[in-house]
């Protein structure tokens, strides 16, 4: 991972960081071992993106993440995975 554009502590997931090359990773809030890892070059196309900011809603299990060229990228933070993708801006 490079740069760190966004990282936040969240009790029911763990450390949550992301970056602008494209970089999602999950660490375990007590320990800090890598969980879960996603970034442009394992994703598909239609969900590269920038990560520059990025927000959780725990009670409804979603993470949204915003880039620089305007577009949304979905999560689930629980099953790691990617929900989907829109162009928001």
Request: glycine residues 10%.
């Amino acid at each position: 991972m490079s740069e760190i554009s966004n990282i936040r502590y969240v009790r029911d997931i763990g450390l949550i960081a992301t970056s602008l090359s494209g970089h999602l990773k999950i660490f375990d809030g007590f320990d800090f071992k890598e969980i879960w890892r996603t970034s442009n070059k394992t994703r598909k196309q239609v969900y590269h993106t920038q990560m520059c900011c990025f927000d959780v809603s725990v009670k409804l299990g979603i993470m949204a993440t915003g880039g620089t060229e305007g577009k949304l990228l979905l999560l689930d933070p629980y099953a790691l995975g990617i929900i989907g993708s829109v162009e928001a801006h």
